[in-house]
């Protein structure tokens, strides 16, 4: 709880300085911003009206917008992987998101904020192993992004545009707790917990989008929007698991202990993110 809601508020806060930053370009930008002005004002078309009614392309234009959407884990972090298994279950994804094109081209700066949540599949490791599952208090696979790259947008019929973005970043993930017990054949009761842990690694991210401008208020202009990212980030983990061992009842030769173990490796987090937004449209 305490994970998501740093997130949340981390994600706010970057909304909102994001906030002012295009707001102050959008002053800079509507405004003429003088000979020094790294964006032109726009010239006085008068056949623009005309140009709504023949479904010509607009101009080449950016964004900045709130996303949410499906977190879906491909290769060895849907399989098994490494000692922490890789048994993530589609989850979800929450992005803030922009992307900024440069002096009118077609070619920019994009910015994400992002967050993902997949559920660890305790009960089909479990299976797989012949172990009983311990339900610990974290049971899923968290991860936050804060990436920055390059944005390309293509303007299609109307208000319809085609967008791709590739960037790199660094990736803060939460990696589950592994908790299973078993009993063997004599009765000895067993049990190993993998503790969590928590890591940073740098992650990239590629990704392409349709967006489209439905409505526009004076100089504001909102659009929605469907994307698709491939997240990619070797994760590693260092952390310790605990081994608790109880002979059965009558067995008088043997005693109970615990021991500890360290643990490290790393672990391949692919996503597969499935979006949808809404956004003001630069």
């Known amino acids: 709880m305490e994970t998501t809601r740093s997130k949340a508020k981390a994600l706010v806060l970057c909304s909102l300085f994001s906030c ?14 003088g000979n020094g002005s790294w964006r032109k004002q726009p010239s006085n078309n008068t056949q623009q009206k005309d140009k709504d009614k023949d479904n010509t392309a607009e101009d080449p234009s950016g964004f900045i917008s709130i996303n949410y959407g499906f977190a879906n884990p491909q290769g060895g972090f849907q399989a098994i992987g490494s000692q922490y298994g890789g048994y993530a279950l589609a989850g979800s994804n929450f992005n803030f998101s922009m992307g900024i094109p440069i002096n009118h081209t077609n070619f920019g700066v994009a910015l994400m904020f992002g967050s ?28 936050s992004s804060i990436m920055g790259g390059l944005f390309v ?21 939460s990696l589950p707790e592994q908790d299973i017990a078993y009993e063997d054949i004599t009765g000895d009761q067993y049990q190993y917990d993998l503790q969590p842990s928590n890591s940073t690694s740098f992650a ?62 790393h672990l391949p987090v692919q996503l597969l993110n499935i979006t949808f937004g809404i956004g003001y449209q630069l």
């Open 20 to 33: 002012l930053c295009i707001i102050s370009s959008a002053q800079d930008y509507y405004g003429g911003g």
């Open 116 to 143: 993902y949540d997949n559920e660890y599949d305790l009960n089909t490791f479990s299976n797989n192993n012949q172990v009983s599952p311990v339900y610990p208090d974290q049971n899923d696979y968290s991860e």
């Open 204 to 265: 990239f991210d590629a990704g392409i989008g349709l967006r489209l401008m439905i409505a526009e208020f004076g100089r504001r202009k909102i659009c929605v929007m469907a994307n698709v990212d491939y997240l990619y980030s070797s994760v590693p983990y260092n952390t310790e698991q605990t081994e608790y061992y109880t002979p059965y009842a009558n067995n008088p030769t043997n005693i109970t202990y615990m021991q500890n173990y360290s643990v490290n490796g």
């Open 153 to 173: 947008t293509y303007p299609l019929i109307g208000n319809l545009s085609a967008d791709a973005r590739l960037m790199g970043g660094v990736l803060l993930s």
